[in-house]
């Protein structure tokens, strides 16, 4: 992965809000489950939809996980890093959705550089619980 134009390393920025999410998630298992199927979400059928399954998430469990994953990848320095300053913070479900559908989905440059970083971030989330799951051992 690259730097964008304004100079920040995607890889190492995915690698710290993988990191965020894994730190604040002790389900290591659940994340990791949950992890994979946003993650095939995500690649299949794009961000969007991605924030629809989160959003959609049922169990108790997957709902606080959710929260996680999304306030991570929906964070100001994430959306600062890919999109630069005046880019305002969506802080729910329907303002995400409405900034995916608006901001993001308009620009096929800013969806797909979206997309590599969330996908990038959610392989560095399923390597993190992994690893936790093996310390847990």
Do not use: C, H
């Not at 990791?32 to 989160?54: S, W």
């Not at 959003?55 to 100001?76: C, G, M, P, T, Y």
Request: hydrophobic share 40%; charged share 25%; proline share 1%.
């Amino acid at each position: 992965m690259e730097r964008n134009n304004g100079g920040t390393n995607l890889d190492a920025l995915a690698a710290r809000t993988a990191q965020k999410i894994v730190d604040q998630v002790q389900q290591a298992k659940d994340l990791d489950n949950l992890a994979t199927k946003t993650l095939g979400v995500l690649q299949e059928n794009g961000p969007y939809a991605m924030a629809l399954f989160l959003a959609s998430r049922s169990r108790e469990v997957d709902k606080k996980i959710a929260v996680v994953i999304q306030e991570n990848l929906f964070n100001q320095e994430m959306l600062t890093a890919l999109f630069g300053n005046g880019i305002s913070l969506p802080s729910n479900n329907d303002g995400r959705l409405k900034f995916l559908a608006n901001e993001v989905a308009n620009d096929l440059n800013r969806l797909l550089l979206l997309k590599q970083v969330w996908e990038q971030t959610l392989i560095y989330v399923r390597y993190g619980a992994k690893a936790r799951q093996q310390e847990a051992k």
